[in-house]
T-cell receptor
């Protein structure tokens, strides 16, 4: 199966600074990588995703990069705002099934 | 439209009891997923349905866990002889089709506590 590692587990940044969360995966057959945001007591929500045929994807202040050779992908949040504070999960899915393998999460705190 | 809903939102039970957790997917979504999330961890896959059939149940931890989706819509996760280690948040998600890259929409979860 797949093994997804996520770092850091906690991250604090000043409002307006950038935040970067990194994930690595073990199985080269993985080809889809979504990122979910989970606010306290709420359900996970998809914020951005990337497929293995693309190296980078951007949506306003959020971007994701993928390095297939190194088997790692990263979430970048620029101009952070207090409402960005949440737990962020990366995930990977192999091209042979529908199981999402989630990372252990990063608790992001944006300090006003 | 309405999102994925789950009932109950909280369930407290005693060790050894039987529990049922319900998931109502978004109307028209053919794929349905169950996950378990322990505190401080990411969701862990349990089982996945395409329509009425379980396409992949490899994540179910043991035979005390079972899930059904008899009419291809609502799903019930059933846990027999509950153990304290079953305590967790149980999340359901649905997607429009069973394409692997379809967005999964999560429900609010059922927090199960086994005393």
């Amino acid at each position: 199966g797949e093994n997804v590692e996520q770092h850091p587990s906690t991250l604090s940044v000043q409002e307006g600074d950038s935040a970067v969360i990194k994930c690595t995966y073990s199985d080269s057959a993985s080809n889809y990588f979504p990122w979910y945001k989970q606010e306290l007591g709420k359900r996970p929500q998809l914020i951005i995703d990337i497929r293995s045929n693309v190296g980078e994807k951007k949506d306003q202040r959020i971007a994701v990069t993928l390095n297939k050779t190194a088997k790692h992908f990263s979430l970048h949040i620029t101009e952070t705002q207090p409402e960005d504070s949440a737990v962020y999960f990366c995930a990977a899915i192999m091209n042979t099934g529908n199981q999402f393998y989630f990372g252990t999460g990063t608790s992001l705190t944006v300090i006003p | 439209g309405a999102g994925v809903s789950q009932t109950p939102s909280n369930k407290v039970t005693e060790k050894g009891k039987y529990v049922e957790l319900r998931c109502d997917p978004i109307s028209g979504h053919t794929a349905l997923y169950w996950y378990r999330q322990s505190l401080g961890q990411g969701p862990e896959f349990l089982i996945y349905f395409q329509g009425t059939g379980a396409a992949d149940d490899s994540g179910l931890p043991n035979d005390r866990f079972f899930a059904v989706r008899p009419e291809g819509s609502v799903s019930t996760l059933k846990i027999q002889r509950t153990e304290r280690g079953d305590s967790a948040m149980y999340l359901c998600a649905s997607s429009l089709t069973w394409a692997r890259t379809d967005t999964q929409y999560f429900g609010p979860g059922t927090r199960l506590t086994v005393l």
